[in-house]
């Protein structure tokens, strides 16, 4: 299996996106390229393979896997995406806490734009479609990602969509066995292997809903099994510091922007709604 997100994402998403369900040969080409992308550039398929320590048809079916036809086309990429935009810091900063923060915070910046990157039009119309026309959404995420369903459910009910989500994870399964086929179950997980939900993930399949996810690998388990999976590429680039580290952060902006694009789509109807809603917001503030 290869790459099927857009064809504008960089190497570097889709390192992000692919790598843990690599083999674990191409996983250690992919990220020695990722890790040094202006080296890599000046490299023959062949130097690479030594470096990593690997054969050079190892590096041959890593571009391949990462969507392009060979390693010259997947150099010329990263050639591009050098281009693009600055290098992302590696946030270390001046050595103070707020040098540190300051860095880190520019390595987000630098590497935001590919959070969108592996997604195509097709693949947010029918998502946000599916969303708009269903009679119930439930919204599924466990763990790390749970706060972010219920962060969705709380902006869909405001824009007009009604929504539920149960913390918990039995709940959400039982909820999800009685969905039924006009309904929509919303699955968010970052890792994409959460137990949990991808045991809620088969009882809605069950009962004949449709499964909508927002998850950060292109080949895990919840992208693998959802009618329609967007994937956002995490922002620390790899499996390992997704583990360490497991920032949700590119997922929240997805999830929040795919509200605005919900409210677009229903027009006069998601207008009023949020007018509605500012309506009680101001009510409940005081002076």
């Known amino acids: 299996m290869t790459w099927a997100g857009s064809s504008d994402a960089p190497p ?21 390229i990722a890790a040094d992308i202006e080296s890599a550039i000046d490299r023959s398929a062949q130097e690479v ?3 990593v320590g690997v054969g050079r048809a190892t590096v041959i079916r890593t571009a391949q896997t990462l969507g392009y036809d060979g ?13 693009s935009g600055p290098a992302p810091s590696d946030g270390a900063g ?19 734009p590919h959070t969108v990157s592996a997604l195509t039009d097709g693949q947010l119309e029918d ?23 219920l962060d969705l459910v709380l902006r869909l009910t405001a824009a007009g969509r009604p929504a539920e989500y149960l913390p918990d994870a039995l709940g959400q399964e039982i909820a999800a066995r009685q969905l039924g086929a006009a ?32 998850t950060s690998f292109a080949r895990s388990a919840v992208a693998e099994s959802a009618d329609v999976a967007l ?18 952060a590119a997922l929240m902006l997805v999830t ?26 101001g009510h409940s503030l005081d002076e």
Do not use: K, W
């Open 94 to 112: 001046d050595g103070s806490m707020l040098g540190s923060l300051r860095a880190e915070v520019e390595a987000f910046s630098a590497r935001l």
């Open 231 to 248: 994937v956002v590429p995490p922002v620390r680039g790899s499996f390992r510091e997704e583990l360490e580290h497991a920032s949700r």
């Open 183 to 214: 309904s929509v179950c919303v699955v968010i997980s970052g890792s994409g292997v959460n137990r949990a939900t991808l045991a809620v993930m088969a009882a809605a399949r069950e009962s004949g809903a449709r499964v909508l996810a927002v």
């Open 256 to 281: 929040e922007s795919l509200v605005g694009l919900v409210v677009a789509r229903r027009g006069e109807q998601g207008r009023d709604a949020r007018s509605a809603t500012l309506s009680v917001l």
């Open 127 to 149: 998502f946000v479609g599916s969303l708009d026309a269903a009679s119930r959404v439930l919204v599924a995420a466990n763990g790390l990602s749970a706060p972010l369903g």
């Open 12 to 32: 570097s998403a889709r390192v992000a996106a692919l790598a843990p369900s690599m083999q674990p040969s191409e996983r250690r080409v992919a990220e020695a």
């Open 71 to 83: 390693y010259p086309q997947l150099r010329v990429a990263l050639a591009r995406e050098l281009a």
């Open 49 to 51: 393979a030594e470096i």
